[in-house]
């Protein structure tokens, strides 16, 4: 194995080590407010994407979040202890007694945390996607504004692609979402060394970009009888331009089968959802005409990518660029 190979794989190695698995309990602490060293200001979003500051003068106690991927984040920063509850989607409910270790003292929801449940837990602070505030779930940003509780939107769980307003989905706003839990939480020095290790995965991995050949891509996910189209403002997109390579982009988010057929790309990312099941689902697609014939199966150049790695990866960012590098190039 050459020496960039050692490196690269020693740093994700490290990565993966500190915030994945099951390892490092939270311990449940004392409850006392705490005071920021100066108040935090931040520009958020509501549901409909427009913006909405919010403001902190104290460490929030009683947190509520939707999604494992924003707990990683809290329990990564040590602040798991102030996590009241959490919602995980049915397709991850098989990880939950992983969190029950961590977080022993939380309630946790399979499928959506509905607003009766929320409030139930006295809250003082809400995380989530974008779609855990649509009524039925969570409801209105507005409502939990009206009752002082702040709400924050992940950056990357807008719409996918991201359309306007919304922000583009990219490496810096994970990183800035990881930045703005330091700052409300009171640790950025530990949200400085995560991203730290995003950045340092991502310059390994472009310096060894850098000697191989540029390829087209089309990430693409089956839905039914349609194929939606993820280009240059999705996650995966940005970091397929940051390693050196090409996106196929389209006006529309969807695309027929011709189209695809046409388009021929290098390199093609598959997006599933879930486990072997579904990527073998979504793989079935090219088994016959007139997508058997695409030049990426042809070479053996169609990578399943799952959902966590396109949207929204938080700490998990450096695996996402560790696996769209190994699709791009080896």
């Not at 960039?4 to 020693?10: E, F, H, M, N, P």
């Not at 809400?126 to 009752?147: C, D, P, Q, T, Y």
């Not at 240059?232 to 050196?244: C, N, P, Q, T, V």
Request: hydrophobic residues 40%; contains cysteine; glycine residues 8%.
């Amino acid at each position: 194995m050459c020496w960039s190979k050692i490196v690269t794989a020693g740093i994700i190695a490290a990565g993966i080590a500190l915030f994945s698995g099951c390892g490092g309990k939270t311990e449940k602490m004392e409850v006392s407010e705490s005071l920021l060293p100066k108040p935090v200001s931040i520009i958020n979003f509501t549901f409909d994407g427009s913006p909405s500051r919010l403001t902190f003068s104290k460490v929030p106690q009683r947190v509520v979040v939707t999604r494992p991927e924003i707990l990683d984040v809290l329990i990564r920063l040590g602040v798991g202890d102030k996590v009241v509850a959490a919602s995980f989607p049915m397709n991850a409910k098989d990880r939950i007694p992983c969190y029950k270790e961590k977080i022993p003292h939380a309630l946790i929801v399979e499928g959506e945390l509905d607003k009766e449940t929320a409030l139930i837990q006295k809250p003082d602070f809400i995380i989530g996607w974008r779609m855990s505030f649509r009524e039925g779930a969570l409801g209105n940003v507005s409502f939990w504004k009206e009752k002082n509780i702040p709400v924050y939107i992940e950056e990357n769980s807008g719409p996918v692609p991201a359309v306007d307003p919304f922000p583009p989905c990219t490496v810096d706003s994970e990183m800035n979402f990881i930045r703005n839990m330091g700052a409300i939480f009171d640790k950025e020095e530990t949200a400085a060394q995560v991203i730290d290790e995003i950045e340092s995965v991502l310059r390994e991995l472009q310096k060894k970009a850098k000697g191989e050949r540029p390829v087209r891509v089309l990430t693409i996910e089956f839905m039914g009888d349609k194929i939606e189209v993820f280009g240059d403002k999705l996650l995966s997109g940005d970091i397929i331009k940051r390693l050196g390579s090409f996106n196929i982009n389209y006006e529309v988010p969807f695309i027929s089968a011709e189209e695809l057929r046409t388009a021929d790309p290098d390199v093609i990312f598959l997006i599933y959802h879930g486990g072997n099941t579904d990527r073998e689902i979504a793989k079935s697609h090219f088994e016959e005409a007139p997508l058997f014939y695409l030049r990426a199966v042809q070479m053996g150049r169609i990578y399943p990518l799952e959902y966590k790695y396109v949207c929204a990866t938080n700490v998990k960012t450096g695996e996402s660029i560790d696996a769209i590098y190994k699709g791009l190039y080896e």
